[in-house]
């Protein structure tokens, strides 16, 4: 079972907590959380597509009373579907994913001008 971002990010925390890590490990986990980002994405795309196809079919209706569904009442029937849901997990999970990145890009940066002083005493 391959391990999801957020143990991989956890994992990474601990270890930095526990040892020096270099510029490496980090573009290392780096890697994995873009990777994780991309997959999200196409996720987050997959989900719109049925969102879309079911907002079609729901605007597309009529209600109880064979009178035709309003768009702000299909507004309304779509954020409950599982598709909406959906989308505004994935959502979440890239701005998540993102900020984690940044901040290990800017460990990164710090760790990389720390060796650079170091190697120039």
């Known amino acids: ?3 999801n971002y957020r ?3 956890d994992e990474f925390v601990d270890s930095y907590k526990k040892n020096v890590v270099d510029g490496e490990d980090v573009g290392i986990i780096i890697m994995h959380l873009v990777q994780q980002f991309a997959t999200t994405n196409v996720r987050l795309t997959v ?4 969102m879309s196809r079911k907002h079609e079919r729901i605007i597309g209706g009529t209600d109880d009373n ?3 569904i309003s768009v702000s ?3 309304i029937m779509l954020a ?3 598709d909406a849901k959906e989308v505004r997990n994935a959502k979440a999970e890239l701005k998540t994913i993102e ?3 940044n ?3 800017s460990l990164q940066k710090g760790i990389l001008n720390e060796y650079s002083h170091v190697g120039s005493m």
């Open 1 to 3: 079972m391959e391990k």
């Open 7 to 9: 143990q991989i990010y």
């Open 80 to 82: 409950a579907t599982h």
């Open 47 to 50: 989900a719109e597509t049925a």
């Open 73 to 75: 009442k299909s507004d």
């Open 103 to 105: 901040s290990l890009k």
């Open 99 to 101: 900020q984690m990145i």
């Open 66 to 68: 064979d009178k035709p």
